[in-house]
């Protein structure tokens, strides 16, 4: 699996849109990018995943640049339910999951 | 929404005693992996399974360790002789096949306390 780069942690307002940034330069073709979060210390929570083109879903959308070295995550109106650690994992197979550090994210008031 | 469900939460057990950890996979899924965490520690992938064989495992799945789909619905995670370091929580998931682009889905875990 392709390593990640992710900051340590982010801050966002309420009702604002959540922007999380991901490197993965080492990225190869057939690696997707997948998005989980963990909030306290409940399982990881899956949100999202892409291969080239951009993602929606209920939850979130997820843009992968053009050369497929970095991806962002973009939770539209964060609540301070979306408070978690959120974790990138580029993975060329679903077999085993790569969990790094990930950001810590935290909605304010 | 269909989930996974791990039973006990919270599992407390004596060193060198064997405890099992429960899991129901969400009942179409064909792929089952166990992953721990330590308190603080990244999330450890600890072994995948199919077709009722170990797929892949990682170094920290040993022989004190072992899987097994007992039923149909059932997937446990064995270890036999616990040690203070298998304290950690522990995570079941499953997916709908091993492809990559269907994704994990995890259960909320079941915290082990070795005393």
């Known amino acids: 699996d392709a390593k990640t780069t992710q900051p340590t942690s982010m801050d966002c307002a309420e009702g604002r849109a959540a922007n999380l940034p991901c490197n993965h330069s080492t990225i190869s073709g057939n690696e997707y990018v997948y998005w989980y979060r963990q909030i306290h210390s409940q399982g990881p929570q899956y949100i999202i995943h892409?291969?080239?083109n951009n993602e929606t879903n209920e939850m979130a959308s997820l843009i992968i640049t053009e050369d497929r070295k970095s991806s962002t995550l973009i939770l539209p109106h964060a609540t301070l339910r979306d408070t978690a650690v959120y974790y990138c994992?580029?993975?060329?197979?679903?077999?085993?999951?790569?969990f790094g550090s990930g950001t810590q994210l935290t909605v304010l008031p | 929404e269909p989930e996974v469900t791990q039973t006990p939460s919270h599992q407390v057990t004596q060193m060198g005693q064997e405890v099992i950890l429960r899991c129901v996979p969400i009942s179409n899924h064909l792929y089952f992996y166990w992953y721990r965490q330590i308190l603080g520690q990244k999330v450890e992938f600890l072994v995948s399974?199919?077709?009722?064989?170990?797929?892949?495992k990682s170094e920290i799945f040993d022989d004190q360790f072992s899987v097994e789909r007992p039923d149909g619905s059932n997937f446990t995670l064995k270890i036999r002789s616990t040690k203070l370091e298998d304290s950690a929580m522990y995570f079941c998931?499953?997916?709908?096949?091993?492809?990559?682009?269907?994704?994990?889905?995890f259960g909320d875990g079941t915290r082990l306390s070795i005393l």
């Open positions: 399974f199919y077709n009722n064989e170990i797929s892949e």
């Open positions: 998931a499953s997916s709908l096949d091993r492809g990559r682009s269907q994704p994990q889905h």
């Open positions: 994992i580029a993975s060329g197979s679903a077999r085993q999951l790569t």
């Open positions: 892409g291969l080239k």
